[in-house]
């Protein structure tokens, strides 16, 4: 039976963000790819769309998967995982080369279902603990209050046997009939509480009780190759009795693992895993990578035999069905699926007919220039030139390159690629690897901290290496 939710009553994280709101969040991160984006963009969008009509009429409307096509390097992954960000839905990446027919020893291609059924349920719960996080430091403040404070009152037992002359034995006893006054008590507590939080007694030891994992996973073999099951005994009755370990830690760490307890304590698991699989099954991302290295036909052997098979197995996923997850039944019809893949060798049109027809929106991505090289190096939030200057930073060393260094780099990455095998953009981090080799090792050392690369440093350093065709094969 599958389960109905308005999204009036069950918030999914779609973003209400137009598709041209969408590609200006991924042009942050991505040069260039504009057909790319706008695919992905609407697609988006659509879900956001369909969320919005009648329950009666949502299950018509079916996600519109899309293909990508394009060399290495160009962009395909990142903007999946970019676009997977930006919605906050469940999203797996695979290797269709890691899947084989069923009858062959190896994945099927049901495993990546599962897999984003585990991505949303981890997910979710990241989501539910941060919701709760101020009660569950709350709760744990008082567990540590209370430990510390029974740590403290524990000595002074010993204290009053000094003084009134009690032996070993009585001490305990007597101190149990010690009455306390409740305000007194409080006062002390918020005294004590006021002392952690300032970090007055993050050197104390104490010793607590940690629940050992109650989920032991096997591996079992299926229809597919190996899998991983796991066996919730919180459902059954137990063969494997809960298991409670003492450790011994600092208050310090106390504020950080006892939150994390308190707020797991918190959680309904059952209802984690409901709210999981349906925004895994209305929201989730599958993006399917290397989709052309299982392109080719049937009928070879050894790794080849069963590529045409990977694809028959893939139909009724992507057209949708019902797969059993250790978190229960999922349904695969709304799960939107990017497949990607290079197609050097195979052409889209070597994939079986009725794999074409459930890929309907083909994009196909530009090879880069040396423009795109340029601004890869200084625009994205994430761009190289960024990354290695704050790393070095941490050295107290500062890097800059002036423009004509940047446009230096991106020739030098253009006419390696055209050289030896085009890897798109990746060719910028051997590039850059080579280029700042001997400040990266060097840096802690070197007296100079301010360094400036320049077109004629950067001739200097990869001039002859780019040049020579022998040694760009084999170094860049």
């Known amino acids: 039976m599958t389960i109905k939710v308005s999204s009036k009553h069950m918030s999914l994280p779609i973003e209400e963000l137009t598709p041209r709101q969408i590609v200006s969040e991924l042009d942050k991160y991505i040069v260039g790819q504009a057909n790319a984006k706008r695919a992905v963009a609407v697609a988006l969008r659509n879900r956001y769309r369909r969320l919005q009509l009648p329950l009666n009429e ?54 990546m279902v599962r897999e984003l059924a585990a991505a949303s349920v981890r997910l979710v719960e990241r989501e539910k603990m941060d919701e709760i996080q101020p009660e569950a430091n709350r709760r744990a403040l008082e567990r540590i209050v209370e430990m510390v404070d029974e740590q403290i009152e524990r000595n002074k037992p010993a204290e009053f046997k000094d003084e009134q002359d009690f032996d070993d034995e009585a001490a305990p006893f007597y101190s149990a009939f010690i009455s306390e006054d409740p305000e007194v008590r409080a006062a002390r507590h918020d005294n004590l509480l006021l002392e952690i939080l300032k970090g007055d007694h993050d050197d104390r030891i104490l010793e607590i009780y940690v629940e050992e994992s109650s989920n032991p996973f096997f591996q079992v073999f299926t229809p597919g190759g190996m899998e991983e099951m796991g066996i919730d005994t919180n459902q059954l009755a137990s063969p494997f009795p809960t298991k409670h370990v003492a450790r011994k830690i600092t208050v310090a760490e106390a504020k950080v693992s006892m939150v994390d307890e308190e707020a797991k304590k918190m959680l309904d698991k059952s209802s984690i895993q409901r709210e999981a699989l349906l925004r895994a099954e209305e ?194």
């Open 58 to 111: 949502r299950e018509d409307v079916l996600p519109k998967n899309i293909l990508m096509i394009g060399a290495t390097g160009v962009g395909k992954t990142e903007i999946a995982r970019r676009l997977a960000q930006l919605a906050r839905a469940p999203f797996v990446k695979v290797e269709a080369t890691k899947f084989t027919e069923v009858g062959y020893v190896g994945r099927d291609v049901e495993s």
């Open 283 to 476: 929201t989730g991302i599958i993006f399917l990578d290397e989709i052309d290295k299982v392109a080719g036909k049937g009928g070879g052997s050894g790794p080849d035999v069963s590529r045409e098979g990977v694809q028959r197995d893939l139909l009724p996923i992507i057209e949708g069905s019902t797969v059993a997850t250790k978190f229960g039944p999922m349904r695969t019809d709304h799960i939107l699926f990017i497949a990607a893949g290079a197609f050097h060798i195979s052409k889209p049109s070597d994939l079986i007919p009725e794999l074409q027809g459930r890929l309907p929106i083909r994009v196909q991505l530009d090879n880069l220039l040396e423009a795109d090289f340029k601004r890869i190096l200084i625009e994205p939030k994430n761009a190289l030139t960024r990354q290695y200057a704050r790393l070095l930073e941490m050295d107290g060393v500062t890097i800059t390159f002036s423009d004509d260094a940047l446009e230096t780099l991106a020739k030098f990455a253009t006419e390696v690629n055209s050289k030896t095998e085009n890897i798109g953009a990746r060719r910028l981090h051997t590039i850059m690897e080579r280029l700042l080799e001997d400040v990266l090792f060097e840096s802690p050392e070197i007296d100079k901290k301010v360094l400036h690369y320049t077109a004629e440093v950067v001739e200097q350093r990869l001039g002859k290496l780019v040049h020579d065709s022998t040694k760009s094969n084999i170094v860049l």
